[in-house]
C-alpha cells in the first residue's frame, strides 16, 4: 500500500512548498516551535486558493497542555467553525480532562461540530499524554474521531513502534491511527533578533532534492 506523506505546515509558504513537492496532505498551523497552534484564517484561505490539497488545520489556542479553561474551550470552537467555514477539511485538536483522560463531553461537541460539514476530526498528540491509552482510544472510537495522531505515547515514533503496533492490532479496524517521524527546521535569525521556524518548507526542500535521510528536529513528517 502506496504510503500517505503529511506535511505539518507552519504558514501558507510552507503548504505551498509541500503542495509543489508531492506532499497528500497537509497539517496547517503556526508556531511550530510551541508544538503548533491554530493558524490564521488568512494563512488557510491563501492556501486553499492555490494549493490543491487536504489541508486540516490545527486549533489550539496555546502552548502547554491540553486542559482548557471554559473561556478557551469556547474559543477553540468558534476557531474551528471559522476554518470549516473557509475551506478546512479537518480539525486537529485534543481535549483532556485533570486527570490526564479524554474530555469526552468536549470531544463529542467537537466532532459533532466537524462532522455536521462533512470533515474530518483529528484528535492529535494530546493523545500522548492520556493515562491510559486503550481505554482512550476505545473512548474516541465511541466518540467518532476518524483519525488519532500519536507516536504511541514515547518521543517518536521509532521508540514507541511496538506499542503503535499493539495499538493497530487491536484497534485498527475502527479508527486510524497515524503516526509522523520528527524532522529538523531550519532556524534562521531575522533583522530583529526573532528566530523563525520553517519545517515545511525544508523538509519538501530535502525531499525534492532527492534526501531520503532526514535529521531529527521539530518539523513534523509523516
Known amino acids: 500500500m502506496k504510503g500517505l506523506l503529511e506535511i505539518c505546515c507552519g504558514s501558507f509558504e510552507d503548504v505551498k512548498t ?5 506532499a497528500d496532505r497537509v ?26 490539497i487536504p489541508i486540516v488545520t490545527m486549533v489550539r489556542p496555546r502552548g502547554g497542555g491540553f486542559c482548557y479553561s471554559q473561556d478557551e474551550y469556547e474559543t477553540m470552537l468558534l476557531d474551528a467553525r471559522i476554518l470549516l467555514e473557509h475551506g478546512a477539511d479537518g480539525i486537529a485538536f485534543g ?19 466537524i462532522h455536521s460539514v462533512g470533515k474530518e476530526a483529528v484528535f492529535h498528540r494530546a493523545f500522548d499524554c492520556v493515562a ?25 515514533v521509532w521508540s514507541g513502534r511496538t506499542q503503535l503496533q499493539k495499538l493497530q ?12 517521524k520528527r524532522c529538523e527546521c531550519t532556524k534562521r535569525k ?19 532534492a532527492g534526501c531520503d535521510r532526514l535529521p531529527a528536529g521539530r518539523g513534523l513528517l509523516l
Open 18 to 22: 509541500a503542495w509543489q513537492n508531492g
Open 27 to 52: 497539517e496547517l498551523n503556526s508556531a511550530l516551535y510551541l508544538g503548533g497552534l491554530t493558524p490564521s484564517t488568512a494563512n488557510l484561505i491563501c492556501a486553499k486558493e492555490q494549493c490543491s
Open 95 to 113: 481535549f483532556l480532562t485533570e486527570d490526564h483522560a479524554i474530555h469526552r463531553n468536549r470531544t463529542q461537541e467537537m466532532i459533532d461540530l
Open 132 to 156: 491510559q491509552q486503550e481505554r482512550a482510544v476505545e473512548a474516541l472510537i465511541l466518540l467518532g474521531a476518524d483519525r488519532i495522531l500519536t507516536s504511541g505515547g514515547a518521543p517518536d
Open 169 to 180: 492490532s487491536q484497534y485498527g479496524k475502527d479508527i486510524t491511527f497515524f503516526s509522523r
Open 190 to 208: 531575522s533583522a530583529d533578533g526573532i528566530y523563525e521556524h520553517r519545517a515545511g518548507s525544508y523538509i519538501l526542500q530535502k525531499l525534492a
